[in-house]
């Protein structure tokens, strides 16, 4: 008899972990449509047969290996990176054939060129144009910078192209960049920039949103350096100091292309509290109303812990949004979309910081 309640309390408590792991599979993480993300339960994802996706299995710090390469526990949750394959497709090895098609695709060499045409203007601002360290392929991590951070002027920190394949981001800060230069004095007086624009130069080249290592880099920041990786730990290291010590940055702008939608990455209400995320809405608003294709849509997303945009929220405090724009845009399109437009919208992101801050 007790032997026959034992097996029975035994089966209940495996029904009731079978039930927790079913549960936990079908939520999803809430971390944005430049790529789905989701938790599912191991005998799930062995039961896959999706052709049209590729799924990427999270390893350990924010390394992600296809499917077919990972061994699988059933009863183990993972999260997963969802990705169309014929988004895969647009960029694997033919640019050529894919700027036939598209909006012409922002390759490093493209980086290269806009630092050396920018150099000699930003110099008369004050500013400097720094290699901050090197891919691990060797490339240049650019950053642009005052030679001499000014306390108490208002900070603008941004990033571009945390993901490689990404490469409107890339159109949109040159935009950005280009107002900068046209500004007058005053901006100059009450502003200045912190920005890497290119976090991820291999992927780039590689057509991948991941780096060599297959880290997804906006999945590797940490304020902890040890717990940061790869490029994302380069520039990391070389932002901390002034991080820890400066609290004049008015915003973060991460800047990132998505599937088909432009809008803002923000955190949710009462991830800091109301009047913050009143405070992120305001600017949200004055971009809409500037940009007609971001029209001030957002999502609200709480994020992975370690993107750049949550770890400078909770880390550092700063008013940090993720700024999406489509990634793959036909050069036929019915919204008149082009690299003009593109820039355009840089200018609209500046002229929505000087409303706003």
């Given at each position: 008899m007790?032997?026959?309640?034992?097996?029975f309390?035994?089966?209940?408590?495996?029904?009731?972990?079978?039930?927790?792991?079913?549960?936990?599979?079908?939520?999803?993480?809430?971390?944005?449509?430049?790529?789905?993300?989701?938790?599912?339960?191991?005998?799930?994802?062995?039961?896959?047969?999706?052709?049209?996706?590729?799924?990427?299995?999270?390893?350990?710090?924010?390394?992600?290996?296809?499917?077919?390469?990972?061994?699988?526990?059933?009863?183990k949750?993972?999260?997963?990176?969802?990705?169309?394959?014929?988004?895969?497709?647009?960029?694997?090895?033919?640019?050529?054939?894919?700027?036939?098609?598209?909006?012409?695709?922002?390759?490093?060499?493209?980086?290269?060129?806009?630092?050396?045409?920018?150099?000699?203007?930003f110099?008369?601002?004050?500013?400097?144009?720094?290699?901050?360290?090197?891919?691990?392929?060797?490339?240049?991590?650019?950053?642009?910078?005052?030679?001499?951070?000014?306390?108490?002027?208002?900070?603008?920190?941004?990033?571009?192209?945390?993901?490689?394949?990404?490469g409107?981001?890339?159109?949109?800060?040159?935009?950005?960049?280009?107002?900068?230069?046209?500004?007058?004095?005053?901006f100059?007086?009450?502003?200045?920039?912190?920005?890497?624009?290119?976090v991820?130069?291999?992927?780039?080249?590689?057509?991948?949103?991941?780096?060599?290592?297959?880290?997804?880099?906006?999945?590797?920041?940490?304020?902890?350096?040890?717990?940061?990786?790869?490029?994302?730990?380069?520039?990391?290291?070389?932002?901390?100091?002034?991080?820890?010590?400066?609290?004049?940055?008015?915003?973060?702008?991460?800047?990132?292309?998505?599937?088909?939608?432009?809008?803002?990455?923000?955190?949710?209400?009462?991830?800091i509290?109301?009047?913050?995320?009143?405070?992120?809405?305001?600017?949200?608003?004055?971009?809409?109303?500037?940009?007609?294709?971001?029209?001030?849509?957002?999502?609200?997303?709480?994020?992975?812990?370690?993107?750049?945009?949550?770890?400078?929220?909770?880390?550092?405090?700063?008013?940090?949004?993720?700024?999406?724009?489509?990634?793959?845009?036909?050069?036929?399109?019915?919204?008149?979309?082009?690299?003009?437009?593109?820039?355009?919208?840089?200018?609209?992101?500046?002229?929505?910081?000087?409303?706003?801050?």
């Amino acid at each position: 008899m007790a032997l026959a309640r034992g097996l029975f309390y035994w089966e209940m408590s495996m029904k009731n972990i079978i039930l927790l792991l079913s549960i936990l599979m079908i939520i999803h993480y809430a971390y944005g449509e430049c790529v789905h993300e989701e938790t599912l339960l191991g005998s799930s994802l062995l039961d896959i047969t999706d052709l049209d996706h590729q799924y990427m299995v999270e390893q350990n710090d924010g390394i992600y290996l296809p499917l077919g390469k990972v061994s699988i526990n059933p009863l183990k949750v993972y999260h997963v990176q969802k990705i169309a394959k014929n988004h895969n497709r647009k960029l694997k090895g033919d640019f050529d054939q894919y700027n036939r098609d598209y909006l012409k695709y922002y390759r490093y060499h493209h980086v290269q060129k806009l630092m050396a045409a920018i150099t000699p203007d930003f110099n008369q601002f004050g500013y400097e144009t720094v290699i901050v360290g090197k891919s691990l392929e060797g490339r240049d991590l650019y950053s642009v910078r005052p030679k001499n951070l000014v306390p108490g002027k208002k900070t603008i920190l941004m990033f571009g192209r945390h993901h490689g394949d990404e490469g409107t981001a890339n159109w949109i800060i040159e935009g950005f960049l280009k107002q900068i230069i046209n500004m007058n004095e005053k901006f100059h007086d009450e502003f200045q920039l912190i920005l890497y624009p290119m976090v991820n130069p291999d992927g780039a080249e590689a057509g991948t949103r991941y780096n060599k290592n297959n880290r997804d880099l906006n999945r590797s920041w940490a304020y902890n350096l040890d717990q940061s990786y790869d490029e994302a730990k380069i520039i990391h290291s070389d932002l901390k100091n002034y991080l820890s010590g400066k609290k004049d940055i008015v915003i973060m702008l991460d800047m990132h292309g998505s599937f088909t939608d432009d809008f803002i990455y923000r955190v949710k209400r009462n991830y800091i509290n109301p009047a913050f995320y009143e405070f992120q809405q305001n600017f949200i608003d004055e971009l809409g109303a500037l940009d007609s294709f971001q029209k001030g849509n957002f999502i609200l997303s709480n994020g992975h812990p370690k993107m750049a945009r949550i770890v400078m929220i909770k880390s550092y405090g700063l008013n940090a949004l993720t700024h999406e724009t489509p990634k793959n845009i036909k050069i036929q399109n019915s919204q008149n979309r082009s690299l003009l437009s593109l820039e355009d919208q840089g200018s609209a992101v500046l002229q929505a910081i000087l409303r706003q801050y």
